[in-house]
């Protein structure tokens, strides 16, 4: 609910703070007055869009705050904690306009953007009017109307749902088709590159073999006569053989040398072991530089080998390879892929013929609820005077979507026989009051609604017996939750719980606005000078009290 509105410097409005009330609450005044000023006022505090200027005339800026009620379970909560700004029972909007245009905005008292107060406000605020492009007036937003109307929120969700897996498999295909695509254009240079790489059989580490082969059996020759040389100074021709006897010759002699010759034998002993040792690791060389020379022809052909195909692949000779197994699975992949894509169109036929089904039983629901909104809002239009004309909610055909295949639009007729259109092209101003009205009487029954709704001179080409109608009408919703209504209808602004006059003053040639609350002791006057006009003569005083009884 809307609690308080304060006003400082915009347009003609100096200083204004309103304190509203649950229930009917109506605005009177003379045309000019300033009436449409608090609803710029208010319109620019929720972020609407409006008018460009509206900082009154040598102010530095203009401000407005709105104060309004919270609830538990009330839709802004959510907003607020999704925007990451403070809660609690009460909100408080404040925004402000400089005279330079800069806007700036607090939701209690934490600085946010225009994007958050327009969410705040579509949970806050109904406008309803001749000029409300932003509810009732606007189809965009009919079918939003049925759908909360027609309470099938099962048939929704499942809609949502199956459009979802339809989505994902429309997607999956498409992927696949496109790689496919892809796949198909190098597919000659899949098969021949994965036959050739097949026949060449690259193993890991291979290159680094190959060339530490080939290196050494292009040095064989030439150090195979110097090893030979070494491996004849170490054999028994040469230093194995001259320490042999050696240790022989000092082994007869060691028994009459009183123990002198035990430390030289032991350090032969030990020379011989190591001179062992040294003779058949030379010897081991000799045979593994002892090769074919086939051998290194072969070596260098399969080096050339390697090292060509990974100039022709381009990459290292070491990642052959991992480049044969990677294209080996794309080439499978391409195989696979026409069991893959019957895989996938089946599974979107699947997902298409369920998203259909829910589409359909959706529209079923939307029919049936259209029907009973047409009835509430025929029998809305019989008190309102307008038993003959005729509302209709049109279910047609749209493009697919989350919400099913369905368009919805509200078309009215004024006359039997007369053809129907649009709600906002086809009704007068008058007859467009009350179909506005008629229709919200019959979304509020069936909905409820935890917004105020305002009113904007809903009842302009109506009086009389239509004007009560259309005044119990908005006193009925008022019982409900709060209602503003900005009137120039006596019997309207008689039924009122709450009301204000909005008032035009100069002073030194200064222009003001300011809305003043009426007691109930000044609401007859108020009201018999909206019969008479000026001079309130004693039969508008004997009117306005009579509306005011009831």
Same mark, same amino acid.
């Given at each position: 609910?809307?609690?308080?509105?304060?006003?400082?410097?915009?347009?003609?409005?100096? $200083?204004?703070?309103?304190?509203? $009330?649950?229930?009917?609450?109506?605005?009177?005044?003379?045309?000019?007055?300033?009436?449409?000023?608090?609803?710029?006022?208010?319109?620019?505090?929720? &972020?609407?869009?409006?008018?460009?200027?509206?900082?009154?005339?040598?102010? $530095?800026?203009?401000?407005?705050?709105?104060?309004?009620?919270?609830?538990?379970?009330?839709?802004?909560?959510?907003?607020?904690?999704?925007?990451?700004?403070?809660? &609690?029972?009460?909100?408080?909007?404040?925004?402000?306009?400089?005279?330079?245009?800069?806007?700036?905005?607090?939701? @209690?008292?934490?600085? +946010?953007?225009?994007?958050?107060?327009?969410?705040?406000?579509?949970? =806050?605020?109904?406008?309803?009017?001749?000029?409300?492009?932003?509810?009732?007036?606007?189809?965009?937003?009919?079918?939003?109307? %049925?759908?909360? #109307?027609?309470? #099938?929120?099962?048939?929704?969700?499942?809609?949502?749902?199956?459009?979802?897996?339809?989505?994902?498999?429309?997607?999956?295909?498409?992927?696949?088709? +496109?790689?496919?695509?892809?796949?198909?254009?190098?597919?000659?240079?899949?098969?021949?590159?994965?036959?050739? %790489?097949?026949?060449?059989?690259?193993?890991?580490?291979?290159?680094?073999?190959?060339?530490?082969?080939?290196?050494?059996?292009?040095?064989?020759?030439?150090?195979?006569?110097?090893?030979?040389? +070494?491996?004849?100074?170490?054999?028994?021709?040469?230093?194995?053989?001259?320490?042999?006897?050696?240790?022989?010759? %000092?082994?007869? +002699?060691?028994?009459?040398?009183?123990?002198?010759?035990?430390?030289?034998?032991?350090?032969?002993?030990?020379?011989?072991?190591?001179?062992?040792?040294?003779?058949?690791?030379?010897?081991?060389?000799?045979?593994?530089?002892?090769? @074919?020379?086939? /051998? =290194?022809?072969?070596? /260098?052909?399969?080096?050339?080998?390697?090292?060509?195909?990974?100039?022709?692949?381009?990459?290292?000779?070491?990642?052959?390879?991992?480049?044969?197994?990677?294209?080996?699975?794309?080439?499978?992949?391409?195989?696979?892929?026409?069991?893959?894509?019957?895989?996938?169109? @089946?599974?979107?036929?699947?997902?298409?013929?369920?998203?259909?089904?829910?589409?359909?039983?959706?529209?079923?629901?939307?029919?049936?609820?259209?029907?009973?909104?047409?009835?509430?809002?025929?029998?809305?239009?019989?008190?309102?005077?307008?038993?003959?004309?005729?509302?209709? !909610?049109?279910? &047609?055909?749209?493009?697919?979507?989350?919400?099913?295949?369905? @368009?919805?639009?509200?078309?009215?007729?004024?006359?039997?026989?007369?053809?129907?259109?649009?709600?906002?092209?086809?009704?007068?101003?008058?007859?467009?009051?009350?179909?506005?009205?008629?229709?919200?009487?019959?979304?509020?029954?069936?909905?409820?609604?935890?917004?105020?709704?305002?009113?904007?001179? *809903?009842?302009?080409?109506?009086?009389?017996?239509?004007?009560?109608?259309?005044?119990?009408?908005?006193?009925?919703?008022?019982?409900?939750?709060?209602?503003?209504?900005? !009137?120039?209808?006596?019997?309207?602004?008689?039924?009122?719980? #709450?009301?204000?006059?909005?008032?035009?003053?100069?002073?030194?040639?200064?222009?003001?606005? !300011?809305?003043?609350?009426?007691?109930? !002791?000044?609401?007859?006057?108020?009201?018999?000078?909206? *019969?008479?006009?000026?001079?309130?003569?004693?039969?508008?005083?004997?009117?306005?009290?009579?509306?005011?009884?009831?």
């Amino acid at each position: 609910m809307l609690r308080a509105l304060e006003i400082r410097d915009i347009l003609i409005i100096d $200083q204004l703070d309103l304190e509203f $009330q649950p229930g009917l609450n109506v605005l009177t005044g003379e045309t000019g007055a300033g009436k449409s000023i608090l609803l710029d006022s208010l319109g620019f505090v929720l &972020g609407w869009r409006g008018r460009a200027e509206l900082v009154r005339q040598g102010a $530095q800026q203009g401000e407005v705050t709105a104060v309004f009620d919270l609830p538990d379970g009330h839709p802004v909560h959510a907003i607020l904690d999704e925007a990451g700004l403070p809660g &609690g029972d009460e909100l408080i909007l404040r925004r402000v306009n400089t005279s330079e245009g800069r806007k700036t905005a607090w939701i @209690n008292d934490r600085r +946010a953007s225009g994007e958050v107060l327009r969410r705040l406000s579509a949970e =806050l605020i109904e406008l309803h009017g001749q000029h409300d492009d932003r509810g009732l007036l606007d189809p965009k937003g009919h079918m939003d109307i %049925l759908d909360a #109307y027609g309470d #099938y929120a099962d048939e929704m969700s499942t809609c949502r749902d199956a459009w979802k897996t339809r989505s994902r498999a429309a997607k999956a295909l498409a992927e696949a088709e +496109a790689e496919l695509a892809a796949a198909k254009e190098e597919e000659d240079f899949l098969r021949h590159a994965v036959a050739e %790489l097949e026949k060449l059989a690259p193993e890991p580490g291979e290159d680094e073999a190959l060339d530490m082969k080939r290196r050494m059996m292009q040095q064989a020759e030439k150090i195979r006569a110097d090893i030979g040389q +070494a491996a004849e100074a170490l054999g028994y021709d040469g230093a194995e053989g001259a320490m042999s006897n050696a240790m022989r010759w %000092l082994d007869g +002699a060691a028994d009459q040398a009183d123990g002198r010759l035990d430390a030289p034998l032991q350090a032969l002993s030990r020379a011989m072991t190591e001179l062992d040792e040294a003779a058949h690791g030379v010897q081991s060389c000799l045979d593994a530089l002892d090769f @074919n020379p086939a /051998e =290194l022809e072969d070596t /260098e052909e399969r080096l050339f080998a390697l090292r060509g195909a990974a100039r022709k692949y381009q990459v290292l000779p070491v990642e052959l390879v991992n480049l044969a197994a990677d294209l080996s699975q794309r080439l499978q992949k391409l195989d696979r892929s026409v069991d893959h894509m019957s895989d996938l169109k @089946n599974a979107l036929h699947v997902a298409e013929a369920t998203y259909q089904n829910a589409a359909e039983t959706l529209s079923t629901a939307r029919g049936d609820a259209a029907r009973r909104l047409d009835l509430a809002v025929a029998a809305e239009l019989a008190p309102l005077k307008m038993e003959r004309a005729v509302f209709t !909610t049109q279910v &047609g055909h749209a493009p697919a979507g989350p919400n099913g295949h369905d @368009n919805v639009t509200f078309t009215v007729a004024t006359n039997p026989g007369a053809p129907s259109g649009p709600l906002n092209k086809i009704a007068s101003g008058g007859e467009l009051s009350r179909f506005l009205l008629a229709l919200k009487v019959s979304l509020s029954e069936a909905q409820g609604s935890s917004a105020t709704m305002i009113f904007d001179e *809903i009842d302009r080409g109506v009086g009389g017996a239509t004007a009560d109608a259309v005044g119990r009408r908005l006193q009925a919703l008022g019982e409900e939750g709060q209602v503003l209504v900005v !009137t120039h209808s006596p019997q309207v602004a008689a039924l009122g719980a #709450y009301h204000w006059r909005v008032e035009k003053r100069v002073v030194d040639d200064v222009t003001t606005s !300011t809305v003043v609350p009426l007691p109930e !002791t000044e609401r007859e006057d108020e009201i018999a000078r909206m *019969i008479s006009g000026d001079s309130i003569t004693k039969e508008a005083r004997a009117a306005a009290r009579a509306l005011l009884a009831g």
